[in-house]
């Protein structure tokens, strides 16, 4: 399939970062995914967020895996690093690549199929490692390339469109990343965007695993009555626990927010998250409180969207691995064959 490029050419009067970017510098080729995806929402909420954060293209690398939600990363970001691992192999892959260039701002896109069926394993791992990665699931309860069978995340009693019930239970990765260990997870709905652009913001801002499990309604084989990962249904369904702003260390970022209980979080680097408690009982420190708080909601037939859990003080691999701060793909002969006499040394030490 040919990817076309967008027109270079756009409007002079167009906003621009402090980069001088603008936000059409941030996007890639045009879609060929169903008119109405929910994946198209979702890369708008990228190009949203790494413009409004003034990051340089050519700093991040964007990986996925196989399906209609790696392929996405070809829609964002032409002017970033990007790699198409095979099926349920991006977070290996993207393991690997922050292991050699520590620099760059690693962006994972994967599915739903990619990641809780073929991909579990891989997505535990790179998980419970803490690689420092934004995680986003593009999340449709169905194989959309292979039309429209259930896939590992589709809820128990959800109906198919020709009619057939799901008799399995569902797999939930916002459950298995609280467990594994994430320092930053957030559940989302493609169709909010006022809610998803500063979460994928403050997810980036973040220095761990983050991750982002993000309904995305299938127009194609999964938005019709009986789904439970339709428009329509998240929307009646979705139970908001906060609404997040990302203000870092320069000029604030004013919004109009509606009374309400505000909590301020500061991450490593000095950003701050603002939140408005929707939910007067719920503690996003607390990571055994959230698990329960999504399962009493899941039982009741609710979607828990908002910053789920957030650690202000997270580590990532390189700090576990107490890696240098160099990335090692910079390193020189000098750093890398220190000699025989250090050799000795380290052998002696383990003697």
Same mark, same amino acid.
């Given at each position: 399939m040919t990817f076309l490029p967008k027109p270079k050419l756009s409007h002079p009067g167009l906003a621009r970062n402090a980069l *001088?970017?603008?936000?059409?510098?941030?996007? *890639?080729?045009?879609?060929?995914?169903?008119? *109405?995806? *929910?994946?198209?929402?979702?890369?708008?909420?990228?190009?949203?967020?790494?413009?409004?954060l003034d990051l340089p293209p050519h700093r991040i690398a964007k990986l996925s895996g196989i399906g209609c939600s790696s392929k996405t990363p070809t829609y964002f970001l032409g002017a970033s690093h990007g790699f198409n691992s095979v099926h349920g192999r991006m977070p290996s892959v993207l393991t690997g690549?922050?292991?050699?260039n520590r620099s760059?701002?690693?962006?994972?896109v994967s599915g739903d199929g990619d990641s809780a069926s073929i991909g579990i394993g891989?997505?535990?791992h790179a998980i419970r490692r803490g690689v420092n990665m934004v995680y986003i699931v593009e999340n449709n309860g169905v194989y959309g390339l292979t039309k429209g069978q259930f896939s590992a995340t589709a809820d128990r009693g959800a109906k198919s469109k020709r009619g057939v019930i799901n008799t399995d239970e569902s797999i939930d990765l916002v459950g298995i990343a609280l467990q594994l260990g994430a320092t930053f997870v957030a559940r989302s709905f493609s169709g909010d965007k006022a809610q998803l652009?500063?979460?994928?913001?403050?997810?980036?801002?973040?220095?761990?695993a983050a991750f982002i499990d993000c309904i995305s309604p299938c127009v194609a084989f999964n938005n019709h009555e009986g789904s439970t990962k339709s428009y329509d249904f998240v929307r009646e369904h979705n139970e908001v626990v906060n609404r997040l702003d990302v203000i870092e260390?320069?000029?604030?970022?004013?919004?109009?927010?509606?009374?309400?209980?505000?909590?301020?979080?500061?991450?490593?680097?000095?950003?701050?998250?603002?939140?408005?408690?929707?939910?007067?009982?719920?503690?996003?420190?607390?990571?055994?409180?959230?698990?329960?708080h999504m399962q009493r909601h899941h039982a009741a037939g609710e979607i828990v969207t908002g910053l789920l859990?957030?650690?202000?003080?997270?580590?990532?691999?390189?700090?576990?691995?107490?890696?240098?701060?160099?990335?090692?793909?910079a390193l020189d002969d000098a750093a890398l064959v220190p000699g025989a006499a250090a050799l000795e040394k380290l052998n002696a030490a383990l003697r």
């Open positions: *001088g970017y603008t936000r059409r510098d941030y996007e *890639g080729a045009i879609s060929t995914l169903c008119a *109405g995806c *929910g994946h198209d929402s979702i890369s708008a909420a990228i190009v949203r967020a790494c413009f409004a690549a922050n292991l050699a760059l701002i690693y962006l994972g891989q997505f535990a652009v500063p979460l994928i913001e403050a997810a980036i801002k973040h220095e761990g260390s320069r000029p604030e970022i004013t919004v109009d927010y509606a009374p309400g209980a505000v909590e301020m979080v500061q991450q490593h680097d000095g950003t701050w998250l603002r939140l408005r408690k929707l939910a007067d009982d719920y503690d996003l420190h607390d990571r055994v409180a959230a698990m329960d859990y957030v650690d202000p003080e997270p580590r990532d691999l390189h700090q576990h691995l107490n890696t240098v701060e160099t990335p090692l793909n």
